[in-house]
């Protein structure tokens, strides 16, 4: 039998205060799916000042505003 991933749900108040901590884990909400985008901030082609400014809050425009539809599959 395949062991399954019980996945962490987050309040908005729980990602902000993730994000605002020392160092910082950088917690972003694009379409309802919490992503942790710390080890990637450094990978991301728009810059790690893009992620920084979305740390901690609902991404969810600012994604759909910079990548194709299908963006979000690879995640």
């Given at each position: ?42 990978m991301h082609p728009g810059g790690i000042g893009?992620?920084e400014g979305v740390s901690g809050k609902d ?17």
């Amino acid at each position: 039998m395949a062991e399954t991933k019980e996945q962490k749900e987050y309040t908005y108040e729980e990602i902000a205060a993730l994000a605002a901590q020392d160092p910082p884990r950088h917690l972003i909400v694009v379409d309802g799916k919490v992503l942790d985008v710390t080890e990637y901030m450094f990978m991301h082609p728009g810059g790690i000042g893009i992620l920084e400014g979305v740390s901690g809050k609902d991404a969810s425009s600012c994604f759909a505003m910079r990548h194709s539809p299908h963006g979000f599959s690879g995640m």
